[in-house]
């Protein structure tokens, strides 16, 4: 044991020095007790060395985790800057979408516009060449067919969404009408139409195509 190393080792050296016919005992009880205070002096020294050991390796812990947790928060921080910035992003990204949709269908609609301005002008030969068929005696089979390629042309249109307007009667109104005749009339009030001379066309209640028309004048 290391008391009794100690002990000893102290003992036996006092012994060149001393009165070689002097001695020093201890009871053996004693001497028991002090052994047994030294073993469990080394139990607790070896318990304290643990338990210092145990406390460097939780503060080594406890310093990783206050790491960790800097990591942690600098990583929340960088991810939710990341997560807005997608967000704007996301955001511009559907608003380009919806501009670009907008534009297209602004393109779409004056693309089928102008097509459509076309179509009436042919719709409008053809039902013009069917009152001249309807003016000759003869022919009715070709009247037929020519009148049924009319209405079938009138029916696409009006699937298209195009609306013949109905003017005469109402008040000139410059935004759908152009005034192409004057005509002082006693019986109408000024700036009424009388007389749709070229007619005009509405694309889903929009005007797609001006009416000409005849509006009346008072006398001065």
Do not use: C, W
């Not at 007790?33 to 070896?46: C, G, H, S």
């Not at 310093?63 to 990591?71: H, I, M, S, T, Y």
């Not at 000139?172 to 192409?180: C, G, T, V, W």
């Amino acid at each position: 044991m290391v008391f009794e190393d100690y002990y000893d080792g102290y003992f036996n050296a006092r012994r060149s020095l001393e009165d070689p016919y002097s001695k020093v005992s201890i009871p053996k009880e004693k001497y028991k007790k002090l052994m047994e205070i030294a073993e469990k002096y080394e139990i607790l020294l070896r318990k304290f060395d643990h338990e210092k050991a145990k406390k460097t390796e939780l503060h080594k812990q406890l310093e990783n985790l206050k790491e960790d947790g800097r990591q942690l928060k600098d990583l929340e921080e960088k991810t939710e800057k990341y997560l807005n910035s997608l967000i704007r992003v996301q955001a511009d990204f559907e608003n380009y979408k919806k501009a670009n949709y907008r534009e297209n269908e602004r393109y779409r609609l004056r693309v089928k516009e102008e097509m459509l301005k076309k179509l009436i002008r042919h719709y409008e030969d053809l039902h013009r060449a069917l009152k001249v068929l309807d003016s000759l005696k003869k022919g009715e089979s070709v009247k037929k067919g020519f009148k049924m390629i009319v209405e079938n042309f009138e029916k696409f249109l009006e699937d298209e969404g195009v609306k013949p307007m109905h003017s005469e009667g109402e008040k000139f109104d410059p935004y759908k009408h152009e005034a192409l005749l004057v005509e002082e009339n006693e019986n109408h009030p000024e700036n009424i139409i009388l007389e749709e001379i070229d007619k005009g066309y509405y694309l889903n209640n929009k005007v797609l195509k001006p009416a000409g028309v005849k509006i009346s004048k008072s006398k001065l």
